[in-house]
C-alpha cells in the first residue's frame, strides 16, 4: 500500500447548536471522543458539514479550543480553515497550528467565480507563505457545487511541485470518481480522499487515502472496517456488508437536505436535541421530517 | 418621482492595493472624494467590485474608518457588509453605523447554494434583529452568478413587510430587467438600482431609484446627467448622449475581466499604478493586456 502524509477514515463532523444557535462545545468535544471512540483516526470537523462558514472566525477558534480542552487529542484533528479572505485563512491556519494541530482542509477562496487556475495558485501561494510553518500539512477541498470553485488537475499539480511538504492530499467532493482516478495517476503518493461515502471503497481499491465523509457522524465502525480491510481478500465479505451498509445509511442521510438530514439522524441516534437545529441559511428538519425519519433510522442496517 | 429613502448614482467604488497586497487607504479616500466631486451621490465601497470578501474583517473596517478620517462624509458612504456568517455581517454593520454610516449593501450568507427563501428570510432576520439599530437602512444585494445566492421577488417581499423601515431597497445585479420590473411593479417606494450602466436609464423610466455602478468609477458626470435628467424631456439628447458615453465605456471595460479591467481604466486615466493589483484570486491585466487598453480608453467618446 503506497505510503500517504495523511490517510484514513475523517468524520467531517457536524456542529451541535444551542437555542440559541451558539456551537453547543460540550456536546461537539462528546461527539468528536465518540467519532474516535467509534474508530475514525481523525475528526475533520468545521467543514461543510459543520456549518463552518456560518460562525464567525472567533467562534471557530473558540470550537476548536474547547474540543481540545475537552481532552480531545490535537493530532486527531483536522478542521477546515478555508474562507473567502486570504488574511483570515492564514489566521485560522495559524491558529490551529498554535493548538498543536498540524492537519487542516482548505477551501480556496470562494466568493468570486470563474477565477483562473493562476489566480487561485497564487491565493494558496500567499496563504501558505503567509502561515509559515514547515509543521503544517494542508488537504485541499475540491467541492465545487458549494464553493463555486473548481481545482484542476493542473492546479494540484502545480501546488504540490511548489509545496510538495506541505500540500499532501485533497477531499474530493465533487463525487467524480474519475477525477480522483485522474489525480491518482498524476501524482501517486498524494492523498485523495472521497467526501462521498459511497465512493470509499471503490477508490481504496484504486489506492486512495481514506475518506472523509459524513456518514461517520453515524456509523463510522463501518467505515472503519471498510479501511482496515479493503485489501484483505478474507475480509472481502465483511467489507463489501459495511460498504452496504454505509450506503444505506447515506441514501436515507440523502432522502431530505443532507447536512439537517445527517443532524437531526444524529440526534435520533443519540437522544440528544442540539442536533435539529442549523445556523442560517440552513434549515433544520421540521418536527413531521424528523417524526417520518425515525422508523426509517431504525429499518436501516 | 417616487420618493425613496435611498436614491441617486452610487459608485460600486474599486479599491487600489499597495505592492504587498494591503489597502491603499490614501489613494482610495482621494478616489471616494472624486467619485464625489464628479457627481456620485455616494459611494458603495466594499461591494463586489471593491474586491470586500478579499479582505478581512479587519481591514474593511480600517478601510472605512481611514476614509472617514480622510475627511469623507460619513452619509455619503453605503459600503459593504454582508458576508458568509451572520455574527460577522452584524459586527460589520454595527462597525458602519459606529462610524455615523447608516445605509450599507448587505449580500446574504453566501456560501450554501440552494438555499431555501425561509432560511435567507431566517439569516436576514438574525442580522437585523442583531444589528438592533433603527437608524439602519439596508440595501439588499441580489449578484447570483457571484454569490450563488438568489433573492426572489416574494422573499424581498416578505423583508420588506417585516423590517419596512429597513428593507427600503435593492441592487439588482443579476442584469435582468424584467425582475426589477417585476420588483417595482410589487413594491412601490421600494428602491431598487441596476448594477449594470445599461440599465440605468431604462430602469430610471420605468421608477427606477438610480445605480449602484461600475462605470462611475471612470465617468461619474455622466452617470449623474443621466440621473439628473431623465425626466427631463428637454434634456433628452443630452441625456440619450450621456447613457451612450456610459455604454461605451462600460462595454471596454467589459473586454477584458470586468473588475481588473475597470481598475486598470482608472489606473490609466489618473496615472496611479496601484489600480494594477489586484487580490487573489483575482489577477490584475499584464502589460501587454494595458498596453492594447491604452489607445482603446483614449478613442472612448
Redesign the interface.
Known sequence: MTSFAISGVFSAAATPINAD?SPDHGLLAKHCQRLLDEGCHGVALLGTTGEA???????RKAMLESVIKAGVAADRLMPGTG??????TI?LTRHALSLGIDKVVML??????G??D???F??YS?ILEGVADDRLKVVLYHIP?????SLSVELVGHLIEAFPKTVVGIKESKGDLANMQALLKAYPGFAVFPGADPLMLPLLREGGAGCITATSNLIADSLRTVFDGHADAAAAAKVEAAQARINAWRNLSNSYAQIPTIKAMVGLKHGEKAWQRL?????GLGESEIAALRPQLERLP
Not at 53 to 59: A, H, P, R, T, V
Not at 83 to 88: D, F, R
Not at 279 to 283: G, T
Open positions: 444557535l462558514n456560518s460562525f464567525s472566525l472567533g467562534e474562507v473567502a479572505a486570504i488574511p483570515e489566521e480556496p477562496p470562494f466568493y468570486y467565480k477565477v483562473s493562476d489566480g487561485l497564487d491565493a500567499r457545487q458549494v464553493s463555486g470553485i445556523r442560517p441559511p440552513l434549515v
